[in-house]
């Protein structure tokens, strides 16, 4: 059906709805008929897919090799033992990806928007997805619209319809049934489309369609997003490709060197392939899913909720983070301080009431419910009390003074007006910024203009915000409703000044920014004054060098000239979300990483093209919440600043597992590659090898994504995000802690072959698989002794290093195991030994470490870097 050619009333006959909307019942029972109110994820995963997934690693495909070849040469206990491993290592990454993918479904749904929608009669938030067709919702300026819909009722309603038709002016709409004839998307002016937003008024309209029904649906195909790579993980890609190429080369000689010196083919071709395994780190880039998932889940719990997951990653990088004064810096909870009346202003039609306390009472949109609570926007909130708190209440004046017409707030005009009748008139009562109403004032007053400007200026020089109020008389109501016509010629009235005390908690997160080389902006409306003495207090401001400045002055300034300043201004007061655009590139281009706060549904351009775009959970709209990567749920900047924390964690974390697994391949591969030149015998079996490479490296490399920030993660530099992944010495500890592990392993087998000790083999095996162990205690921290941190304070690793060396006794212990590993129960003596040639590999880290701390910490530099191109999925 062409709805838009249809009445509102045959739209409901149709759609068997009412303007009361649908009771629940019939809502339920549509809901299972079409389906949930979602377009439908190609990416999603079944268990059984990713199962599968786990099996269809090339690592796993060649151990399957492996394992056949080992059948075709009679070895079929190698075969079943290299099975069982494949199993439980598939196993230990389903888990850890179901874990994965777990989390972040839980992430979706919080993220998850609901609609305002009228149920049985009363208005309901309700999620998205079980909107049906039939359903009525109301819609309001910063709202998406949930599903396709028929406006039934519009108040001066426009609409961002851009990301559907391209076309980027807004749309006015109607509720109109059109003329018969055809209409492209953008023409049905009647209509609604899932995912556009509402920019301005307000509407009632029927859902008509939901889902992959909608329109935006039809196209869901095309826009469905690619799987997000972020940039360490395009890095360990390209990592992963070159070592498959040393895997192939190191395998390829192994075999070539042994075959020429005539060993046996069947078992080089075996320890050949599990070399290959023990250089290829395929599990890295999943690797780094999982920990960017699961630490997704850590920063939910620190009220910041990851919408786009590169921002987990990125969030170590960010080197300036400019937010929103109100409620983020400050705790949104406005009073009025102080108050002051221009003296003998009268307005006719008010009789004996005062002027000011009035204006204040019903120029506003605050209102007090039956328990006393009061609702609205904090500003409005503070003023409309205040006056009530004088007598001076809103419901009882306007029913005296009826509100015949408005001019809602908006940021660029920064003031509103209200239109009242009176017995003499329309009285129009405007507040705002006082500024903006100066330019507003009858000729008369205009002399007056510099002594208010001082007085406002002393308050706005405290901290306060100032609003201001104008009024005047019109014989009626003006067929113009526009803010040329009304708000002008005013008389000035007076002022009120207000407080909103800055949060503790940002004042110490600011402090912290500092000392973690991160800048912190303030971005705000308010006046220069006041937003300057709020950054002074909050320790964003403690320098004449540190600037301060107006959007004005923004504009007056040149891109050359902004540049030149940019990373020195620390207050941008009065500034129109549009500036902040701006202001991103201008860092940007300065190679900075930029984290911007934003609430509004003009901050949405903003939120997209920083580096990272935070949106306010408690007081943002829908619209800058789906543009944001990051949505703060407690507004707080403090939490902004816990989210890069964890961010530079999870970073570390991810490096260290790199580090550990790493130096344990090139531990394998030197002892396998140059036992033979030293005329040894190969010291390892195939089974070895992989016992190593998957339980002895996997368990405990797991775990150290659960290891706590560094004590110093605040007090360094940003993560340079060009940085590659050898920066910081990682190429060098790999080489040299692989030389050393390969050689002790080496040692003890020419040793125990000296002393004529049959288990040589089992002993160069344990000395391997404990020193590896050693290695990932040490490797917890890069720069702290393990003593100083505490064994417990990774349970996890501690337990997975347990096990693990639990796990090794037995395949050394118990004789089935000794049959199937080809191992031999080594004697207490010899154990002895191969533990405390292992510790070697531990305390030599432990030394490394120490030499670290005894160089000190470097200050923390005013952090520039070479800016890369910007990691696809969050950028756009
Ligand atoms: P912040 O960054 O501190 O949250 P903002 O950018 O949200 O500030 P706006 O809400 O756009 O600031 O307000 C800008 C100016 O508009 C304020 O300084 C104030 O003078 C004026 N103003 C704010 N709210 C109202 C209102 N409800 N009615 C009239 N004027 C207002």
Known sequence: MEYYLTSVADVAAALAASPAGLDAATAKQRLAEHGPNRLEDAQEKTIWQ???????????????AAAGVSVLIGEAKSAYVILAIVVLNAFIGFVQEYRADKAMEALQKMAASHALVLRDGQP???????LVPGDVVLLEAGNVIPADVRFLETHALKVDESSLTGESTNVEKTMEALPPGEYPLGDRLNLGYKGTFVTNGRATAYVV??????????????????EVVTPLQKRLGTLGKRLSVVALVVGGLFFGVGWL????????????????????????????????ALGAGRLMQSHALIRKLPAVETLGSVTYICTDKTGTLTLNQMTVQDFYEVPEVALPGLGDLNALLTAMALNTDAACDSENQWLGDSTEVALARYAAEQDYARPALEEQFERVAELPFDSDRKCMTTLHQTAQGVLVLTKGAAGSLYTQLTNSQQAGISDLQQRVDAQAAQGYRVLA????????????LSSATVETGLTFLGFASLLDPPREEARQAVAECKTAGIIPVMITGDHKLTAKAIAEKLGIVSSEAELVMTGPE??????????????????????DPAQKLRIISALQARNQFVAMTGDGVNDAPALKNADI????????????????????????????????RHGRRIYDNILKFIRYILAGSAGEIFALFCAPFFGLPVPLLAIHVLWINLITDGLPGLVLAYEPSERNSMRRPPIDPRQTIFADGLGWFILLIGLLVGGLTIATQAWAIGQGLPHWQTMAFTVLCFSQLGMSLAIRSRRESIFSLGLLSNKAMLGAVVLTAGLHLVILYVPFCNELFSTQPLTLAELGITVAVASVVFWVVEIQKLIIRRRGVAPVPQHQFPRPSLPTGHAN
């Open 50 to 64: 990713l199962l599968l997934h786990q099996l269809a690693d090339v690592m796993i495909l060649v151990l399957l």
């Open 469 to 480: 109020y104008g009024a005047k008389m019109l014989p009626e109501l003006p067929a113009d």
């Open 613 to 644: 775009g935070i949106a306010m959970g408690i007081n943002g709209t829908e619209v800058a919440k789906e543009a944001a990567a990051m949505i703060l749920l407690d507004d707080d900047f403090a939490t902004i600043v816990e989210a890069v």
């Open 554 to 575: 923004l504009t007056a300034l040149d891109e050359p000239g902004f540049a030149a300043i940019v990373e020195k201004v620390r207050v941008y007061a009065r500034v």
């Open 261 to 292: 010196r005539g060993d046996g083919w069947e078992e080089l071709l075996l320890v050949s392939i599990s070399l290959a395994i023990a250089a290829l780190p395929e599990a890295l880039p999943a690797l780094v899913t999982v920990s960017l």
């Open 209 to 226: 369609a939901t889902g992959m029904h909608t329109e935006l649906g039809k196209i869901a195909a095309l826009i469905q997003t690619a």
């Open 124 to 130: 309901q938030q309700v999620p998205t997805a079980e």
